[in-house]
């Protein structure tokens, strides 16, 4: 199944989300579990790429979800210029399915 296909249908199942690093390389990030899912919008997820966590964002290739997407860039920007203290964005941007992803490294808590 498809991240946008799980998106859509709003319910999870494990996924993978590719992204073009350059001409050559690709990066493929493995969706493991479910943090958030809002049907038709978003789907937030830890995801696995080279035996590192991160957190996902996927946002559907629909005009609401892309505003969203754009906000939640705007967001991330303010709180970083301010200093704040926010994991590491990794990388925003288009993935393959045409959604737009956001990658956080993620922060463990024990």
């Known amino acids: 199944m498809s991240v946008l296909d799980i998106i859509q249908q709003g319910v999870f199942s494990e996924c993978t989300i590719t992204l073009q690093i350059s001409d050559k390389n690709q990066r493929n ?31 559907a290739p629909y005009r609401r979800a892309q505003k969203e997407f754009l906000s939640e860039v705007k967001g991330y920007e ?28 993620y922060l463990a808590y024990t």
């Open 29 to 59: 990030y493995i969706c493991v579990r479910s943090l958030r899912l809002l049907p038709g919008k978003r789907l937030t997820a830890l995801a696995i790429s080279d035996n590192k966590e991160y957190v996902i964002k996927i946002f």
């Open 78 to 105: 303010l709180l970083h210029s301010n200093a704040y203290d926010i994991p590491l964005r990794v990388y925003y941007g288009t993935a393959n399915d045409n959604v737009n992803v956001i990658i956080y490294q």
